[in-house]
């Protein structure tokens, strides 16, 4: 293959520079594989054509360029004894009643598998293919098989509706609604991350990373309702990391519950900062630190928090070492911490005097030295 001279300015990706597998031509008559100009379109907040630099809707169509398919294929074919492998005829994208029929095939006991295989299939394809999903609802779909297939334990179906719901990557505003109508899909992710997911660590990565999704997209409602063994599964991913990916999500999971004052009270009693100062201890990398930080910072908003924390004997050590080492945002976080404790030790000190001040304020050795108020 190396030494077959390649047709460029027909056969290959403006983008990739790679032979074309499945060549479409955009509105600006400029032809690119459809995944790179797809994966353009998607990543690109204002698209533009690669090659002629005019603006490029978003949801334009993009048209199959048969002819090109077929010489470049016919051109494998000639050199295939040089090495070159004939690309097979691409299949088409999905359609609106295809995806239909597939979410129908979900709620059918014996098609269920079939069909959510086949989801999960076409999803791995191309981002066309998603983009089509999320129009015809496919992630509310995958909520319902996670929630009726926790019911019935059934974990090789959700593995793979959880793999097809992150590929989705859908946004928290399409998610909302979803999370909204049915928040059992919370219950059904603790279930998952305690018992459902076992030695996988895949099944626990992306299940953490879809968690963070769902708890992003929940109100407040759902939020100020989370229980204590939903804290107790997501520290488990703490306490036992399972790739970066997984621990991160786990702790944007954790900072996002704890901006309500009694999720911190559970984090702290799940033995949340015992868990964090070990994560720590351990030299991650910078934006792990940064949410470990964080999510301390949050939890030093109540009592218990701050006594856990001191109580803890590496914890204002890690502290201190990592402000001035990491960014600023660690900086920031670190000093609030320390801050947030001295003012803890502050008003013991104060309750302490004004528990005796009866007896310590006509005491000549205190009395020039103690505030008016306590004497």
């Keep these: 293959m190396d030494s077959v001279e390649v047709p460029q300015y027909f056969f290959t990706c403006p983008i990739s520079l790679q032979i074309m597998t499945d060549p479409v031509t955009t509105i600006t008559g400029i ?5 790179n ?3 353009w379109l998607l990543v690109d907040d204002h698209p533009m054509c690669p090659v002629t630099k005019q603006p ?6 993009l048209t199959p360029n048969h002819t090109l398919r077929r010489l470049i294929q016919a051109w494998c074919v000639v050199n295939a004894s040089r090495g070159v492998e004939r690309i097979p005829t691409p299949r088409a994208p999905v359609d609106g009643p295809g995806i239909r029929k597939l979410v129908h095939g979900l709620s059918v006991p014996r098609l269920q598998l079939d069909s959510l295989n086949l989801i999960a299939a076409l999803a791995r394809e191309n981002e066309s293919n998603r983009r089509c999903m999320l129009q015809y609802g496919v992630a509310g779909a995958m909520v319902d098989v996670i929630n009726a297939c926790t019911e019935r334990k059934q974990m090789d179906r959700i593995d793979v509706a959880l793999g097809v719901l992150h590929s989705l990557r859908v946004a928290p505003d399409d998610l909302k609604p979803i999370v909204a109508g049915d928040p059992r899909i919370i219950d059904s992710m603790t279930w998952i991350l305690q018992h459902g997911a076992g030695d996988d660590r895949d099944v626990r990565s992306t299940a953490a990373l879809v968690l963070k999704s769902v708890i992003e997209a929940a109100d407040s409602r759902v939020l100020e309702q989370l229980k204590p063994d939903f804290f107790q599964a997501v520290l488990s991913l703490v306490r036992d990391p399972i790739s970066q990916q997984g621990t991160k999500a786990a702790l944007q999971v954790l900072l996002h519950a704890a901006a309500w004052g009694r999720n911190r009270i559970k984090i702290v009693e799940a033995g949340g900062v015992k868990e964090i ?3 720590e201890l351990t030299a991650p990398d910078k ?3 940064e949410l470990n930080l964080g999510l301390l910072n949050q939890l030093c908003a109540s009592a218990d928090g701050r006594a856990e924390l001191v109580g803890n004997a590496a914890s204002i050590a890690i502290v201190s070492k990592r402000i001035l080492r ?3 945002l660690a900086d920031d976080q670190g000093v609030r911490i320390l801050s947030s404790l001295c003012r803890s030790v502050k008003e013991k000190a ?3 005097l004004r528990l005796h001040s009866a007896v310590w304020k006509d005491s000549p050795c205190l009395h020039a030295y103690l505030p008016s108020r306590y004497t």
């Design 56 to 61: 490029l809707p978003r949801d334009s169509g």
């Design 277 to 279: 100062v070990e994560l």
């Design 31 to 35: 032809t690119y594989d459809r995944e």
């Design 326 to 328: 990491v960014s600023s």
């Design 287 to 289: 934006r792990t630190t």
């Design 37 to 39: 100009i797809e994966r």
């Design 350 to 352: 104060r309750w302490v």
